[in-house]
Every structure is written in C-alpha cells, then in structure tokens.
C-alpha cells in the first residue's frame, strides 16, 4: 500500500504539473504529442494504483471515480484515432469496452449516491454528480460510433474537452488532498468546485473554436468559389 501510495501521488503530481505543458505547445506537434502521452500515462498510473488501494480499503467512492476520470484522458486520446469516423470508419472493440465499463460504473456511483450514499463514504452529492458527468461521457462517445458525427473536427472538440475533463480530475485531488484538511464542513464543495469551473470552460472553448473553424470554412469556401 506504501509503495502504491508513492506511485499514486508521483503520477498525480506528474499529471498535475503537465496538463499545462501540453496544453501551451503548438497543437500537433512533436512536444505536444511527446507530452500529452506523458500525462495520459501519468493518469493512467493514477487510476491503476486508485483502484487497488480503494478496494483494499475499501473505498469504493475512489475506485468509481478513478475509472471515470482515466476514461476522460483515455477517450480524448482515442479520438485520435477515430477521426475517420465521419467517412465511414468504425469504433474499435476496446472503444466500445472502455466506454461501457465507463458508463456502468458511473451509474453506480450516481444511483449508490443517491440511495446508498453510506457505500460511497457518504459522498451522496458528490457521487451523483461525478455518475452523472461520467455516465454523460461514456454515452457521448457511444453515441458517436454509432451515429457517425457530421462534423469533420469532431475529433478536435473531443480531444480538447475530454483532456481538460480529465485534468479537472487532477484539480479536483489537489482541492482535497491540499485544502480539505482545513475544513471540517462543505466537503461537497471542495470536490466540485473543479467541476463546477471546469466544465463550463470546456463549454466556452469549443465554442470558440466552433466559430473559429467555421470562419475559416467560410473564407476557404469563398476562396475556391473565386479561384
């Protein structure tokens, strides 16, 4: 459990200080591909040591939560290589088998929050929130293999957003480990103040980006109609 422990914070930390390195570099780049794998394996490290030391425990708050929150920086990494999926091309089996352990687990961690909240260490707001944006996640991404997007940088907007979903994770540990010991009341508000900033962050930057690449369609459009 030491050692699992060390692993755990090491590979939080690492993730925590790295998001933003892979978020400044050039997009598609070679230190932005270099970095973002470093982090989704930083965030994988989190989430395989999460889930043997809840269990041990056991706090099963934790190891539901630690699925959902790998599957974020997963999935925005996945998408890479599912750009096709608007020409025709087809989800791979371990796209379908993380997004539905996903989606199963986060139910879970919605319904006990809210009938059997003592199985979530009394997290009942806080569990019902994090099911609710997970089972959201998961069913996004299943819907997309099977209605195939219209939208050609589809891929771009879930890359971006599902990333920053995931480091919202890492915001969200700091928030707890960091602060919440000097709190005794309000712990809800500490696990989702990350969330509650986080998302609509995401909602506001691919918007951005929405406009920014219809714009430019615009003018390549005009363009080639001129030419």
């Not at 982090?39 to 490290?45: D, K, N």
């Not at 934790?62 to 999935?75: D, E, G, N």
Request: proline share 4%; net charge positive.
């Amino acid at each position: 459990m030491r050692a699992l422990l060390v692993v755990h914070i090491g590979c939080g930390f690492g993730s925590f200080v790295l998001a933003p390195v892979a978020l400044v570099t050039a997009k598609g780049g070679k230190a932005h591909r270099r970095w973002g794998m470093v982090y989704l394996w930083a965030m994988g490290g989190v989430a395989a040591t999460a889930l043997p030391m809840a269990l041990f425990r056991p706090v099963l708050f934790l190891a539901l939560v630690a699925v959902f929150s790998f599957y974020a920086a997963f999935s925005g990494w996945r998408v890479l290589k599912l750009k096709d999926l608007p020409r025709g091309g087809r989800a791979k089996p371990v796209d379908w088998i993380a997004a539905g352990v996903t989606f199963g687990s986060s139910a879970a961690l919605a319904l006990l929050g809210a009938f059997r909240p003592a199985a979530v260490q009394g997290m009942g707001i806080v569990s019902i929130v994090f099911g609710l944006v997970g089972m959201r996640l998961a069913f996004a991404e299943g819907i997309s293999f099977v209605r195939k997007p219209k939208d050609k940088m589809f891929w771009w907007y879930t890359h971006l957003g599902n990333f920053i979903g995931s480091y919202i994770a890492a915001w969200t540990a700091f928030s707890v480990v960091t602060v919440g010991p000097y709190f005794h009341n309000g712990t809800w508000v500490l696990w989702l103040w990350p969330t509650m900033v986080g998302v609509p962050a995401i909602v506001l930057t691919t918007a951005y980006y929405q406009r920014r690449f219809a714009k430019r369609n615009k003018t390549t459009g005009t363009l080639t109609t001129a030419s």
